[in-house]
């Protein structure tokens, strides 16, 4: 990766911005890191998932909200960013249906002050976390970059894509280079409470029964958090090399059903699982299957570790948690 010196990453205590930090800071860049602790998840996690990274010289972190435009400038101004990675956002389909205005205010709000700040600074390079959930509900399987994403069924996908189209702007209007990374389901060491694989997986270290949405068919192309990594850190050297607006997604290109989801969970924890049944949820995508095929193109992005794999890695560190 071409040494972009001085890099804001936003979110940059939670799962994945953590584990971005901490590859940064492995390979000699300064980590400027951004985030708020919001308490969507207990904040104790945050601070944990960074605890490494704390007494690092190259390490600075910045306790501070998006929405906050006037502090968003300060930063901008106080701190020599070179590059910007914005993970930073309001997550989760179903939470976004109940408070539609907050994600708004996070995910497309909080994305223009960042934008205009850089734009303000003149620094030409940003990288901006998007969503395979944009994809909405999308028969055409794996999905690719040139689909249509003008129908997303959840305020989440609709924020996801306002930004991607934010990027868009600001990329015409201040000739930045912008690269928007569309996510398909990450997972392993850190993983959100939240999430599937990891609420399932503390349900089943608890004895309790799954709740399972629809019949099982329902199905993700699930990342694994080092592939992931890789390919934002290959999407980090490619912006540096022209004036790029690209949206690229970085999936596993591998679908995992639900049912098949809770069975290696079964496996790899050794227990009995029960299954609750329960009706499909409005927002939730039937399927998610990446193309990866541009990713594979520009950035040279291959993802390394299969299913099988990660959920046993994600098990041994779940267990000795």
Same mark, same amino acid.
């Given at each position: 990766m071409a040494d972009p010196g001085n890099i804001l990453v936003t979110g940059a205590a939670g799962f994945i911005g953590s584990h971005l930090s901490q590859r940064l800071l492995a390979e000699g860049y300064r980590v400027f890191a951004l985030d708020n602790f919001s308490d969507f998840y207990d904040p104790y996690i945050k601070r944990k998932n960074i605890e490494d990274c704390l007494h690092h010289p190259g390490f600075t972190l910045i306790e501070a909200d998006i929405r906050d435009h006037k502090? &968003?400038?300060? /930063?901008?101004?106080?701190?020599? &960013?070179?590059?910007v990675v914005h993970l930073a956002a309001m997550a989760g389909v179903r939470p976004s249906i109940e408070n539609p205005q907050l994600y708004a205010e996070v995910n497309v709000s909080g994305t223009v002050n960042l934008l205009a700040a850089a734009a303000q600074k003149g620094i030409k390079n940003f /990288?901006?976390?998007?969503?395979?959930?944009?994809?909405?509900?999308? $028969?055409?399987?794996?999905?690719?970059?040139?689909?249509?994403?003008?129908?997303? @069924?959840?305020?989440?996908?609709?924020?996801?894509?306002?930004g991607e189209l934010l990027c868009y702007n600001w990329h015409h209007n201040y000739q930045m !280079?912008?690269?928007?990374?569309?996510?398909?389901?990450?997972?392993?060491?850190?993983?959100?409470?939240?999430?599937? &694989?990891?609420?399932?997986?503390?349900? %089943?270290?608890?004895?309790?029964?799954?709740?399972v949405f629809g019949d099982g068919s329902t199905s993700r192309d699930y990342t694994y958090i080092d592939d992931l990594i890789e390919g934002i850190c290959a999407a980090m050297a490619y912006v540096?090399?022209?004036?790029?607006?690209? %949206? @690229?997604?970085?999936?596993? !290109?591998?679908? %995992? !059903?639900?049912?098949?989801? @809770?069975?290696?969970?079964?496996?790899?924890?050794?227990?009995?699982v029960v299954r609750r049944r329960l009706a499909l949820q409005t927002g939730d995508l039937p399927? $998610?299957?990446?193309? %990866?095929?541009?990713a594979r193109k520009l950035l040279g992005y291959e993802p390394s570790t299969p299913f099988a794999e990660g959920i046993c890695k994600w098990w041994d560190w779940f267990s000795q948690a």
């Open positions: 502090r &968003i400038n300060a /930063i901008f101004e106080l701190y020599p &960013i070179d590059m /990288i901006f976390a998007s969503s395979s959930s944009v994809y909405g509900g999308n $028969t055409k399987l794996p999905f690719a970059e040139s689909d249509p994403v003008d129908n997303p @069924i959840s305020p989440y996908a609709a924020t996801k894509k306002a !280079s912008m690269l928007c990374l569309r996510f398909f389901t990450v997972y392993g060491p850190r993983q959100r409470p939240d999430l599937a &694989i990891h609420k399932f997986s503390r349900l %089943i270290h608890d004895s309790q029964a799954l709740p540096q090399t022209g004036c790029h607006f690209e %949206i @690229i997604n970085l999936g596993e !290109s591998e679908t %995992i !059903s639900l049912s098949a989801m @809770i069975n290696y969970l079964e496996q790899v924890s050794g227990k009995p399927h $998610t299957y990446a193309d %990866i095929s541009k």
